[in-house]
């Protein structure tokens, strides 16, 4: 394979020009990058040692197992409109109260965490997927591929997220998949930048240049080698925004972006909610902790994690 990296000319041309005994035979070396499986075993042990991470880890699993089971539990049908009992306090019919037109408020918060906590993880998993593949063809690449590449998310960079997904959803009109599109449109260009500046300082590492020489493929190289030693730099980037992406997708649903009615979101419930608050301010008090424990547990595991990826800290602990 002819190599086109000049660090890897340079091994090439080293390898092919040094001396070696015609009686001793030459030793295979095989390129050895980072052990996902030890790795990822390493990192677990440290997060069960880390107050502050296994409370958030805790904390997301209980909020992701109400996501996923909690619209089969609820007691009542989240949409069915009971007028006669509208307002209503705590009560044992109804734990938490009704709303303004009777519909069980337990119910309607269970139901929303799927379209709350799914659709910020929706977000994040797609801004990662663009982000690696286009940052990783732009670092790997180089030349054309990446000066297009990055000159596309310069333009981007340039225009204000808030004002980019507004004018996305009122374009293709205002549902929870024309929100996913526009968030991640909007939040893809950091991780574009910051996965090509992994992947250029990657690519230069030694078990890269070697495992070319070797005659891997780029698409080899980048999935064998390059992928997991940035994997854990960005789970903690992930991580942290999976709270900003919640936070995105009950702002965009409290002005009426997101997910329509009758439907149950957390800030289309923070919406409806809002002017009856004094009569039942569970109504917003319900969905505003929802968002709130579940922002809190995505950034305290996501400090857990970049605690645990530093060395100083995994050298104390």
């Known amino acids: 394979m002819a190599a086109t990296d000049p660090a890897v000319e340079h091994l090439a041309g080293a390898a092919s020009g040094s001396t070696v005994p015609a009686t001793t035979a030459a030793p295979v070396f095989t390129p050895a990058g980072p052990r996902p499986g030890r790795y990822r075993r390493g990192t677990l042990r440290a997060l069960l040692q880390h107050q502050p991470g296994l409370v958030g880890l ?35 019919a109804h734990p938490l109260g009704t709303d303004y037109l009777g519909r069980d408020l337990l119910s309607r918060a269970v139901d929303g965490a799927h379209r709350s906590l799914g659709t910020a993880v929706v977000i994040v998993a797609a801004v990662l997927a663009v ?47 024309t929100l996913i599109l526009a968030l991640t449109v909007a939040q893809s260009p950091w991780y574009i930048r910051l996965v090509r500046a992994m992947v250029l300082r990657e690519r230069a590492r030694p078990y890269v240049l070697v ?44 002005i009426g972006l997101g997910a329509q009615p009758p439907d149950a979101e957390w800030g289309a419930m923070l919406n409806d909610g809002r002017l009856t608050f004094a009569m039942q ?27 645990i990826l530093d060395p100083t800290w995994r050298g104390h602990h």
């Open 58 to 92: 805790a904390g997301l699993l209980a909020m992701a197992a109400v996501a996923m089971v909690g619209p089969h539990l609820v007691p009542y049908d989240p949409n069915a409109v009971h007028l006669e009992a509208k307002l209503a306090g705590p009560s044992a």
């Open 131 to 177: 982000s690696v593949c286009l940052g990783a063809l732009a670092g790997f690449a180089g030349g054309i591929v990446d000066a297009v590449i990055m000159r596309l998310v310069d333009v981007k960079l340039g225009l204000p997220s808030l004002v980019l997904s507004l004018a996305l959803v009122g374009a293709l009109g205002p549902r929870l998949s």
């Open 211 to 254: 495992a070319r020489v070797h005659g891997a493929s780029r698409l080899a190289v980048v999935w064998r080698h390059v992928l997991p030693a940035v994997a854990g730099q960005l789970a903690v980037l992930a991580t942290l925004d999976l709270g900003s992406a919640m936070l995105a997708v009950a702002g965009l649903s409290f």
């Open 281 to 307: 301010p569970l109504l917003m008090l319900v969905p505003g902790t929802c968002i709130f424990v579940t922002v809190l547990c995505a950034n305290l595991l996501g400090d857990a994690l970049r605690d």
